[in-house]
């Protein structure tokens, strides 16, 4: 589905003059028809631009989206209390319902060592909840509670974000169940490191917003200004520092491959090479004589990592990955998905300016 872009104009049209008793661009009768219109001496308190309401009606209009994204999208957000084993109060968070019959998103950090809880919705609603599977690495999980008939959220695709685009932010920060807030994306394409198995691994394509997040926000809905749920809130930055920098998953192809897995009570499976890197632009003269601008800058190897064995050393740059360009490490790990558990993949790298290919296989990237 697509994210509907948010503008002014989108939740009301402008009255007219008639509607509104007047603007301030249309004199009322007894103003027109008076001396004063025509004598060619401007009043001096009269004002030149836009109306004197435009600014409540583009108000109204920005409140009356907040207000209909809320209304759709709290049945379906519900208020985590994550138990330990002894069913004794572990954490708190936030969790969006994705089916009627009961299964719901959030993020895995939340849940992190835990297999049950409580939800509670805005309906007023209680019901317990079973872990159905969590992915660190993506840091999503599912759950599920008994029952049906509950208010499924709509997702959308975060693919189609804009920079500046309204977003609004559902959840249950400090416990405070069915709070919303609303902004902006404020950049797209973020990563966040995310560690499980050997070294770390960066979570990528996170969105920025300046909508509040607090604690407790983590697994609750970022949506657009159709009610789509287009990513699930993870992070903030603080305390202290950066605020009004919060994070978010995305929901796009990627995550709902996730959500499908975890939901069908299966592992989420990886390949892996074993390097550590960044994105790094290549010299203007090595860039003419390879073909390739940017790649990806191996920092480590892991030793007896596919990579190691194949050769490939830190300081070499990754051009390409069975045939595809490769230009930072989010494509790398994108790549890397299931069905390269086990592959053979042929390697392009840049050593001392010079393009060289090596064979690695592919391996799966351990769970812990």
């Known amino acids: 589905m697509a994210a509907k872009t948010w503008g002014p104009v989108q939740s009301e049209r402008a009255p007219t003059a008639a509607e509104a008793g007047g603007s301030a661009l249309v004199p009322p009768p007894s103003e027109a028809s008076s001396g004063t219109a025509s004598s060619g001496t401007a009043s001096p308190s009269a004002s030149v631009g836009p109306p004197a309401d435009l600014d409540d009606l583009l108000l109204d209009s920005y409140s009356l989206t907040v207000s209909s994204v809320a209304e759709q999208l709290l049945p379906s ?10 069913h004794r109060p572990k954490g708190a968070g936030s969790a969006v ?11 895995a950090h939340v849940v992190e060592g835990s297999t049950r809880g409580t939800t509670a919705f805005t309906t007023g609603d209680e019901a317990p909840f079973e872990v159905v599977g969590a992915d660190r690495l993506s840091d999503l999980a599912v759950l599920r509670v008994a029952g049906s008939g509950y208010q499924p959220a709509r997702l959308g695709d975060a693919s189609r974000l804009r920079v500046g685009q309204l977003v609004v932010a559902i959840g249950n920060p400090l416990g405070f169940e069915g709070s919303v807030s609303a902004g902006v994306v404020s950049a797209l394409g973020r990563s966040l490191v995310a560690s499980a198995g050997p070294g770390n691994r960066l979570l990528g394509d996170v969105i920025q917003t300046d909508a509040a997040l607090h604690p407790g926000n983590s697994g609750g809905a970022l949506a657009n200004s159709a009610a789509e749920v ?4 993870t992070a903030l930055v603080g305390p202290m520092v950066g605020q009004g920098l919060g994070m978010a998953v995305p929901v796009n192809e990627t995550t709902l491959a996730v959500i499908g897995t975890l939901a069908a009570g299966r592992r989420v499976r990886r390949a892996y090479l074993g390097i550590g890197g960044g994105r790094r632009l290549l010299p203007q003269p090595v860039a003419v004589a390879t073909g390739f ?6 920092v480590s190897v892991i030793t007896s990592s596919p990579a190691g064995e194949a050769g490939i050393r830190p300081r070499d740059v990754i051009v390409s990955l069975d045939g595809k360009r490769m230009e930072d490490v989010r494509e790398l790990q994108a790549m890397l998905a299931e069905r390269y558990i086990g592959r053979v993949v042929a390697i392009g790298y840049i050593r001392d ?16």
Request: charged fraction near 15%; charge should be negative; glycine fraction near 8%.
């Open 77 to 86: 957000v519900a208020a985590l209390r994550v138990e330990d084993h002894l």
């Open 97 to 107: 319902l994705i089916s009627a019959d009961g299964l719901l998103v959030t993020s």
């Open 230 to 233: 287009i990513g699930i809130n």
């Open 293 to 298: 601008s940017r790649g990806v800058e191996v």
């Open 353 to 368: 300016g010079r393009l060289a290919t090596c064979n690695a296989t592919c391996v799966e990237l351990p769970s812990s």
